[in-house]
């Protein structure tokens, strides 16, 4: 019997002094709670959580941290329109291109 693969989903977490935190997990409400509780990432235990603001289920592991770190790399205005409208980024392509424009650019 084939093991069923888990689907893995990217989050934005706002934290009280109005930063974001950006993260993956196949359980972003579960994550959320453990962000919340102090048993998370070393960054919300200093800037504490307080709203899980976007979940966008990406697909594998792989997929996941591609679509984090491209995320990671927006400027904390452009972060607020993908939470405002998440389809306006596009997804990174399987080669981890990010299509832009009708051209690809490398990480």
Partial sequence: MQEEKR??????????????YTGISPDPLKRFEAHCAGKGAAYTRTHKPAALLVTETVGDYSQALRREWQVKRLSKIAKRKFIESPALL?????????????KKKSR
């Fill in 90 to 102: 596009p997804q990174p392509s399987d080669d981890g291109k990010i299509c832009l424009n009708g």
């Fill in 7 to 20: 689907v893995w989903s990217l989050y934005i977490i706002e934290c009280a002094d109005g930063s974001y």
